[in-house]
């Protein structure tokens, strides 16, 4: 069943996805050579309780940090740990908050220091993808218009999406109904109402889509080590344009 939020959830929702959208913004500020991924977890989760809020990933399903922070050819779920970036590292930031009984979900893919044309080229048009899916994320629409915008974009420009994972709905659960996958042909899936709050999240690859769980039963990497971006707003659906909630003033 897909929750439609009214008016008062959503105020709460918004809060929430501000939240999520600064721990966002300051993990990618602190993405640089040097820093180890466990340092810009235990910020982002000082910064999230200090907004009164709570990570939404720390202990779901046994998670053991409050961010993803996926490395290179590491697509989702990497554990923040021991890992000192370097230069030319791409950084996938994935970050949750729950506020107010509501979570938001966001992702961006970071550069760290300088990365070559071919890593900023993959980064690019993963985040153009979910802007290609969202012109489908209307009332009237069904949810693979939005699946299918993403895949023909991404597959235009020489990528794969992931298949194994996919978007979902989100509110007061982290994954709520509907899945939002990010391939598919149109025309398929539940119908899009006002008042639906979506976890929209193209994963793409360099090369295969085909991915692999190490054995820590979290990370997840492209089974040719070929890199991987991602990138993931909740959106709220309207009988309009769509509204990004995971979003801050001047960002
Ligand atoms: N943002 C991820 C998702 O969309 C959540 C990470 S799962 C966790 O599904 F366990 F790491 F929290
Ligand atoms: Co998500």
């Not at 290179?72 to 230069?87: M, Q």
């Not at 006002?194 to 994963?203: D, F, Q, R, S, Y």
Request: aromatic share 8%; glycine share 10%; net charge negative.
């Amino acid at each position: 069943m897909i929750y439609i939020k009214n008016e008062q959830e959503l105020d709460a929702m918004r809060q929430a996805c501000k939240i999520t959208a600064a721990a966002r913004a300051l993990a990618g500020e602190m993405v640089r050579p040097g820093i180890t991924t466990k340092q810009i977890d235990k910020a982002v989760h000082d910064f999230i309780v200090k907004q009164g809020a709570k990570p939404s990933f720390l202990h779901y399903h046994g998670y053991p940090a409050s961010v993803c922070i996926s490395v290179n050819d590491t697509v989702i779920h990497g554990i923040p740990g021991g890992y000192t970036l370097k230069e030319g590292d791409i950084v996938s930031v994935d970050v949750g908050a729950y506020y107010k009984g509501f979570h938001g979900d966001c992702a961006a893919t970071f550069p760290c220091g300088r990365i070559s044309a071919d890593a900023q080229r993959l980064i690019d048009v993963t985040r153009q993808s979910f802007f290609e899916g969202i012109k489908f994320a209307k009332q009237g629409h069904r949810v693979s218009d939005i699946s299918h915008a993403v895949q023909a974009y991404v597959e235009s420009n020489g990528y794969s999406v992931v298949r194994a994972f996919v978007g979902h709905g989100v509110g007061a659960q982290l994954h709520e109904a509907p899945e939002v996958p990010n391939f598919g042909t149109a025309g398929h899936g539940p119908r899009l109402l006002k008042g639906m709050t979506l976890a929209i999240e193209p994963m793409v690859n360099e090369g295969t889509y085909d991915v692999r769980v190490l054995k820590d039963g979290w990370t997840t990497v492209t089974s040719d080590g070929k890199l991987s971006a991602h990138y993931e707003n909740t959106v709220l659906i309207t009988d309009g344009e769509p509204e990004i909630l995971t979003v801050i003033e001047g960002l």
